[in-house]
């Protein structure tokens, strides 16, 4: 039988999607390389030319997530549906379509795994890097808009996305129902603040 050579970049995203279905119905321990191997009948030199490990090849997988959301909110900004939207309404939008979560569960409760901790701080610095940009334009077309006022719509954006995932992640805090809900009760008002934003106009994000 003649052997299907394939381009580097196409074999590397055909690793990554095989990788992803797996990671998305096992745990991590129970996901193996050997694992990826079977699913697409290659060779263990084929998988290890392209991933060292395990743990790079769940990066990957993730950053893969990460690029997706991005795009999706992009592609949400440019919408019909998003067109005659003020900045806060684009903003609710942003948030509130956020699927990235809902979609990947197991995948994201990998990154929960003891071994993974660093992996998943440098995979959320990678979430606030990609997508604070997006959240920054709105917040700029707020102050245009005399919603919002802030010299700083960039840095806003990175403060509310850090403290949204980072405060939030029990996977890096242990917290307790009471101290999360706690965090979760403030983000509004301290959004708010950060943006001179009307009294309220945040408290989707607690909904």
């Known amino acids: 039988m003649k052997r299907t050579v394939k381009k580097p970049d196409e074999r590397r995203k055909e690793i990554i999607q095989a990788a992803r279905e797996l990671f998305q119905t096992k745990e991590?321990?129970?996901t193996t390389m050997q694992g990826v191997m079977d699913k697409l009948n290659i060779a263990k030199g084929t998988i290890y030319h392209y991933f060292s490990s395990k743990e790079e090849l769940l990066e990957a997988v993730v950053e893969q997530l990460v690029d997706e959301e991005l795009e999706r909110k992009k592609q949400l900004m440019?919408?019909?549906r998003c067109r005659n939207m003020n900045a806060l309404e684009k903003i609710r939008a942003l948030v509130t379509t956020d699927t990235m979560s809902e979609e990947n569960e197991q995948i994201l409760e990998n990154l929960h795994h003891p071994g993974n901790t660093l992996m998943h701080t440098r995979q959320l610095g990678r979430y606030l890097i990609k997508l604070a940009p997006v959240f920054?334009?709105?917040f700029?077309?707020?102050c245009d808009?005399?919603?919002?006022k802030t010299d700083h719509p960039l840095e806003c954006a990175e403060f509310?996305?850090?403290g949204i995932q980072f405060l939030t992640d029990v996977g890096f805090y242990p917290w307790d129902e009471a101290q999360l809900a706690r965090r979760m009760a403030a983000f509004?008002?301290?959004v708010e603040a950060q943006l001179s934003a009307p009294k309220g106009s945040f408290s989707f994000l607690v909904e």
């Open 160 to 162: 509310m996305l850090a």
């Open 28 to 30: 991590y321990d129970k």
């Open 78 to 80: 440019k919408s019909s």
């Open 145 to 148: 808009q005399g919603i919002f």
């Open 140 to 142: 700029q077309e707020g």
């Open 136 to 138: 920054a334009a709105v």
């Open 188 to 190: 509004p008002a301290l």
